[in-house]
């Protein structure tokens, strides 16, 4: 069946750097659009950044320029580099895959990870 596994999280300071992994068991994986999600307490689940199967990014503007997303098709697994973290980075990130060829607003995620605890704190 269908399973994505986050990993990576983790308690780091203010400016510094972490990478999340993405491990997918899709049976076609090259061709979904897989994104990352995060949820803070209290509030609602909120878009971090997409790739598509063609390798075309995006990116919320609370995290461009900070945050980069890869996908290596070989391995089946997406990351999400995350760098100058902020402690409003805190959140349970979760990696999340779409049958949606293009990245569109509101789009539909199909399969969800159990999500990996951030914690940026000094």
């Known amino acids: 069946q269908v399973r994505l596994v986050e990993s990576g999280g983790g308690l780091v300071q203010p400016g510094g750097s972490l990478r999340l992994s993405c491990a997918a068991s899709?049976?076609?994986?090259?061709?979904?659009?897989m994104g990352w999600f995060r949820q803070a307490p209290g509030k609602e689940r909120e878009f971090v950044t997409a790739?598509?199967?063609?390798?075309?990014?995006y990116y919320a503007d609370s995290v461009k320029d900070r945050f980069t997303i890869s996908r290596d098709n070989a391995k089946n697994t997406v990351y999400l580099q995350m760098n100058s973290l902020k402690p409003e980075d805190t959140a349970v990130y979760y990696c999340?895959?779409?049958?949606?060829?293009?990245?569109?607003?509101?789009?539909?995620?199909?399969?969800w990870g159990q999500g990996t605890q951030v914690t940026v704190s000094s």
């Open positions: 790739i598509t199967w063609s390798k075309n990014t």
């Open positions: 999340a895959a779409s049958t949606t060829p293009r990245v569109v607003s509101g789009m539909k995620y199909d399969y």
């Open positions: 899709l049976r076609t994986f090259s061709t979904y659009t």
